[in-house]
């Protein structure tokens, strides 16, 4: 399975972005979804995930109410709308992966089979 993440860029606190994690993969709705960042200097931080069927969702509690994921089982892609972005959400955001079978799975990353190259996301203030 190959992931491909798009839709980073630099925007302005306050401004929203929509990040696209594609697959290679028909079968991609198997799978749950998890979005991680990076920053420099900084350890990689669970962001959210997305179950297989779209409707069990988990959110970091630095996005909760800010940022939601869904999934287009069509288009073999799931998003991460990202609103009231601030300096801090700057990172490298990676989509990723798996058949995880727990909730307390999503946010740890070896969980995750496969992993997109990740795409940049900068907020100036």
């Known amino acids: 399975v190959q992931l491909q993440a798009s839709g980073g860029g630099l925007v302005q606190a306050g401004d929203s972005r929509r990040l696209s994690c594609a697959a290679s993969?028909?079968?991609?709705?198997?799978?749950?979804v998890g979005w991680f960042r990076q920053a420099p200097g900084k350890e990689r931080e669970f962001v959210t995930g997305i179950s297989g069927g779209g409707t069990n969702k988990i959110y970091a509690d630095s996005v909760k109410g800010r940022f939601t994921t869904s999934r287009d089982h069509a288009k073999n892609t799931v998003y991460l709308q990202m609103n009231s972005l601030k300096p801090e959400d700057t990172a490298v955001y990676h989509c990723?992966?798996?058949?995880?079978?727990?909730?307390?799975?999503?946010?740890?990353?070896?969980?995750?089979?496969?992993w997109g190259q990740g795409t940049q996301v900068t907020v100036s203030s």
């Open positions: 990723a992966a798996g058949f995880l079978y727990s909730d307390y799975e999503y946010p740890k990353p070896d969980a995750y089979d496969y």
């Open positions: 993969t028909p079968f991609f709705g198997s799978y749950t």
